[in-house]
Nanobody, 116 residues
Framework: QVQLVESGGGLVQAGGSLRLSCAAS????????MGWFRQAPGKERVIVAR????????YYTDSVKGRFTISRDNAKKTVYLQMNSLKPEDTAVYYC?????????WGQGTQVTVSS
């Protein structure tokens, strides 16, 4: 099983930047595609970015294209989400997980709050 711990969230003004990190444990990490997801209060969790096992293929939901960049370092067992030009609508709890997600691998998430 893969255990995941998200970090790097915080409070930032609109237009600012944050870099989220997802630290994984598990010897098979490098064989999995990974994704970043977010969930606002009262709303369902949705995917915002995806990266394949090698890092050579990525996906972004339309609302974050051009602003967010997902990357991974398999040697460090870490996935990153660089978030630039943040908007209040980006406010949510951000989670990482395998892609497709594993129910058992959801972590606590990290809160991102963007003020206007």
């Amino acid at each position: 099983q893969v255990q995941l711990v998200e970090s790097g969230g915080g409070l930032v003004q609109a237009g600012g930047s944050l870099r989220l990190s997802c630290a994984a444990s598990g010897r098979t990490f490098s064989t999995y595609a990974m994704g970043w997801f977010r969930q606002a209060p009262g709303k369902e969790r949705v995917i915002v970015a995806r990266i394949n096992w090698s890092g050579g293929s990525t996906y972004y939901t339309d609302s974050v294209k051009g602003r967010f960049t997902i990357s991974r370092d398999n040697a460090k067992k870490t996935v990153y989400l660089q978030m630039n030009s943040l908007k209040p609508e980006d406010t949510a709890v951000y989670y990482c997980n395998l892609d497709p997600p594993s129910v058992n691998s959801w972590g606590q998430g990290t809160q991102v709050t963007v003020s206007s």
